[in-house]
């Protein structure tokens, strides 16, 4: 795992800005630096160590240097590759995965993409042509940022390194506050630093003459294969997830896992047996995993490795949180992420955990729309406009959240895992200038758009897949284990996994409320029962609890107070959500932290940086 960064333009060779660019991103690569120079481009490489210790330093070129390469991730079968490209009469010169892309995409141009199966960004420059390529995996595991500013294109794995150029203009993007304020993270392209942008998952961009094209290189094909027996699909399912984790293990370095209680991380663990796994957990009751964790490795004869977060740090890391996610993130298992992120770097450099599997095998609790529900929305639509009015009205009670649900089409109401404000909620705490008419469902619409005709549950998976999985489950791992100079990798996103998933019967996703019901059933022939049948939980985090403590209510009082905040909202409708909070009218916990963090980053960028 590691970094790049570099620039584009004709009118600067001070090589002190492209160092200065690297060191941005020291902790994504800590061994090693390459650089490359010439009249057009600068860039720059941080090495994290994984495969080919010894000569896989980028970056790496083809046989006549007429390409060079900066690449993150992992290639799973590179190996395979490089036998085809020896045989076309490819000269190697080390043994990395890096350089099978290099001379794949000499000998196929883009159409490489289509062989790889990893997680990926790189970027390729033709010394020749003066052009640049670059391409992002298909589920946006490696992150890929670009911009154009004062004629210079910039480009890296962290919004970070761009602040040392002087071409850059730091500027919060007015648009992204609002739909942040939903969905705790930014869906949009565009970042929260304006006239940033993120290259999209499964995209690639080509930059010349000061011209840039994009483009999608792969689709999402959902198939139902309604003819299969469930105890195929069983038998199959284990068969790719086995496959997937024995090429995700394949390194130079040592591995461990992450382990929690729940069934996804539980099955890697089985199929990988490492050394060592690794549990954090808070000391509230109901918040903590490590003894469900303990007791699977265990039984599995694995050392486990743990940790319990104070309240202080807890606290007293979330700046350094928000600095590392690049943008404003509001998911709070960022938090316990960057700790077991710590944990695991003292003793391993890889890690295997189980993100996606939600989001492949139907794992969500909002994918349970009930038999009533799907009744209720065949009601007519005046009526179901006119009760959506009432439950508007309504105080938090029993059945409000039904009446918004199924007074609204699925478009209409589902816009993910997080729903933090409201659109009206949003734009009534807003200062004027970031008040914004962009409405979450304008966001969500293309995507239901391209899946229509399909289930359900597939619809919402799909929405996930494009905006969830990508801004906010991937992000996050991808910056608080890259913070602490780990590398994640993940089994459940891999191409063949994902194109068997593509071919699951709505029927063995959801089985009785039972979620991943086929992914469970292929888990159980590897961990006990108590473990297979537990429900998701994700990170629990107390933060509701801590609100509670004198301590921390002042500390974000304080800082709701601070003149900066006027700039971007209305100071007292925040403060009376915290006053309600602590005298106990309403819940307020998650609105709290949203805003929260959106102030820490601000801070962390645009004040103290």
Same mark, same amino acid.
């Given at each position: ?51 080919? @210790?010894? &000569? ?15 690449? %993150? ?77 004062? %004629? ?40 929260? +630093? ?30 139902? $294969?309604?003819?299969?027996? !469930? ?37 890697? =663990? ?14 509230? @009751? ?8 303990? $007791?699977?490795?265990?039984? !599995? ?38 700790? !077991? ?6 003793? =391993? ?47 938090? /009670? ?26 009206? #909620?949003?734009?009534?705490? !807003? ?5 914004? %008419? ?19 549950? &597939?619809? /919402?998976?799909? =929405?996930?897949? %494009?905006?969830?999985?990508? $801004? ?17 990798? =993940? ?27 086929? @992914? ?9 029962? #108590? ?28 800082? +709701? ?7 971007? +909202? ?27 963090? +959106? ?11």
């Amino acid at each position: 795992m590691c970094g790049f960064c570099g620039y584009i333009n004709k009118k600067e060779k001070n090589k002190e800005i492209i160092n200065e660019m690297s060191k941005k991103i020291i902790h994504r690569g800590p061994d090693s630096e390459g650089l490359y120079t010439d009249d057009y481009i600068n860039m720059a490489f941080r090495r994290l160590s994984i495969i080919d @210790l010894n &000569t896989g330093s980028q970056p790496i070129y083809n046989e006549d240097k007429t390409l060079v390469i900066l690449f %993150n991730g992992e290639i799973y079968n590179y190996q395979e590759l490089k036998k085809d490209l020896i045989e076309k009469g490819h000269k190697f010169t080390t043994e990395t995965d890096t350089e099978v892309i290099l001379h794949g995409y000499e000998e196929y141009s883009e159409h490489i993409l289509d062989k790889l199966r990893g997680m990926f960004a790189f970027v390729i420059w033709n010394t020749t042509t003066k052009e640049l390529f670059a391409a992002r995996d298909i589920f946006g595991i490696k992150p890929f940022y670009y911009t154009i500013m004062n %004629n210079t294109f910039m480009f890296a794995s962290e919004i970070k390194a761009f602040l040392p150029h002087p071409d850059f203009i730091k500027e919060v993007n007015p648009d992204a506050l609002k739909a942040y304020l939903t969905f705790q993270y930014n869906p949009l392209n565009e970042t929260f +630093f304006k006239d940033v942008f993120k290259l999209p998952p499964r995209h690639y961009l080509k930059y010349k003459d000061n011209k840039l094209y994009i483009k999608e290189y792969y689709s999402f094909n959902y198939k139902p $294969n309604k003819k299969i027996s !469930l105890k195929e699909m069983v038998k199959e399912i284990d068969e790719v997830v086995k496959s997937s984790v024995d090429y995700h293990k394949i390194s130079d370095v040592k591995v461990g896992a992450f382990l929690s209680s729940g069934v996804d991380s539980s099955y890697i =663990v089985s199929l990988l047996k490492p050394n060592t796994t690794f549990t954090v957990g808070f000391k509230n @009751l109901g918040f903590n995993e490590i003894d469900a964790a303990k $007791n699977l490795s265990n039984l !599995l004869k694995i050392e486990n490795k743990s940790e319990v977060i104070t309240p202080e740090e807890f606290f007293a890391i979330l700046p350094k949180v928000q600095y590392h996610s690049d943008e404003p993130h509001a998911n709070l298992s960022s938090v316990p992420l960057y700790f !077991l992120s710590k944990l695991a770097k003292k003793d =391993v450099t890889v890690v295997l955990s189980g993100e996606g599997a939600d989001e492949l095998f139907g794992g969500y609790q909002t994918y349970d729309n009930s038999l009533i529900i799907r009744l209720y929305r065949h009601l007519p639509a005046c009526i179901r406009k006119f009760n959506l009015k009432i439950a508007n009205k309504l105080p938090n /009670m029993k059945g409000k959240s039904f009446l918004i649900r199924g007074s609204k089409t699925l478009s209409e109401s589902y816009i993910g895992q997080a729903n933090i404000f409201t659109e009206e #909620e949003a734009n009534d705490i !807003l200062a004027s200038n970031y008040k914004s %008419n962009i409405k979450p469902t304008d966001i969500t619409k293309p995507y239901f758009d391209e899946v229509k005709g399909l289930d359900e549950i &597939t619809k /919402m998976q799909y =929405v996930d897949m %494009n905006l969830w999985l990508p $801004n906010d489950i991937l992000l996050k791992a991808d910056k608080m284990t890259m913070a602490n100079s780990l590398e994640l990798r =993940v089994p459940y996103l891999d191409k063949k996994v994902f194109e068997l998933s593509l071919t699951l019967p709505k029927k063995y996703k959801l089985h009785k409320k039972i979620s991943k019901y086929a @992914l469970r059933l292929a888990a159980k022939t590897k961990i006990p029962k #108590e473990w297979f049948n537990r429900p998701k939980l994700g990170f629990l985090v107390p933060f509701k609890e801590y609100l509670k403590d004198t301590k921390y209510y002042n500390l974000i009082k304080n800082e +709701f107070k601070e003149d900066y905040v006027k700039k971007f +909202f209305n100071q007292t409708k925040i403060l009376n959500l915290l006053e309600e909070n602590h005298g106990g009218t309403k819940n307020n916990h998650r609105e709290i932290y949203t805003i929260y963090s +959106f102030l820490l980053w601000y801070k962390e960028y645009f004040i103290n940086n």
